[in-house]
């Protein structure tokens, strides 16, 4: 079987609102340990595949595998059960909390196996917020944070969970350039140091290309290309998509 050496299976995944078929068909693996950047245009179907993997929505059709195990039906917090953390595109905080509190609840409703007292869930806290350089501010309400300083509480809470398979959704977005390669680091030190296997949804092409070992690329709901960064950049079809077909015309009748 396939499945047996990855650590995610996607088959044939389609999700249909109304007459828009938001995930197409879209198939594709990812070993243990792998890096993976998954681009495409706005509108693509990036998160929807991430809310499709981790049970937030129902799938019009298709498969999920998790480390051989079928997961086509499971829920959210099933699957954070088993050791997949997600963050969100847009934050989803628990408000009148502090950033303490909110990562500590990510370490109190992680994988299974590992109950966790109260002190011991405030001492991984810390470090998550350690990790992502976040400690200074574990006492503020969310409410007081910028958006950078909210991804950056949405990955801690991630970490919290202790998870096999991260999926990060546009956690750069809104970084200046140096908080930028801090988070790329983060995240290499996250795959290579700790082991965790990495999907990363990113906007910034440096941040995707620099990084990632692999990259998906969606366009309408369809996986429209697979392969290495170098592959990615100089694939027709990824031009066109990014840059739109008149773009292409231009550059063809210029030569
Ligand atoms: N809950 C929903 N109901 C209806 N349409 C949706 C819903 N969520 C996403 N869409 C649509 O599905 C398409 C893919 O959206 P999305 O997955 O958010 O794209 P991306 O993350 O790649 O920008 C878009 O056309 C979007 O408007
Ligand atoms: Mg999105």
Redesign the pocket.
């Known amino acids: 079987m396939k499945e047996n050496n990855a650590e995610l299976v996607v088959k044939t995944l389609s999700k249909h ?1 109304g007459a ?1 078929r ?1 995930v197409d068909e879209v198939s594709f693996e990812v070993k243990r340990g792998e890096l993976v950047g998954l681009i ?1 245009p ?8 991430l809310n499709l993997i981790t049970g937030f929505l129902s799938k019009t059709k298709g498969e999920v595998f998790f480390q051989e195990r079928d997961i086509t039906s499971t829920t959210p917090d099933r699957v954070a059960k088993i050791g997949i953390a997600r963050t969100f ?1 847009i934050t989803k905080p628990l408000v009148g909390m502090t950033v303490e509190e909110n990562v500590m609840a990510g370490a109190l409703f992680g994988r299974a196996g590992r109950p966790r007292s109260i002190e011991e869930a405030r001492k991984k806290a810390r470090e998550c917020l350690e990790l992502t350089g976040m400690l200074d501010k574990k006492d503020l309400s969310v409410g007081q944070l910028t958006i950078p300083d909210m991804k950056r509480l949405e990955l801690s809470r991630a970490m919290a969970t202790d998870p096999h398979l991260l999926l990060l959704d546009e956690v750069m977005a809104g970084l200046r350039p140096t908080e930028i390669d801090e988070a790329l680091s983060l995240i290499k030190k996250l795959n290579e140091t700790m082991n965790i296997t990495i999907i990363f ?1 990113e906007h910034v092409m440096r941040a995707v290309m620099s990084i990632s070992q692999r990259i998906i690329v ?1 366009d309408h709901g369809k996986k429209i290309a697979e392969g290495s960064p170098e592959d990615i950049a100089r694939n027709p079809l990824v031009i066109e998509a990014y840059l739109g077909k008149k773009y292409m015309e231009r550059r063809k009748s210029n030569g």
Do not use: D, V
């Open positions: 609102f828009l938001a495409g706005n509108g693509a179907g990036k998160t929807t595949l595109q949804i969606l």
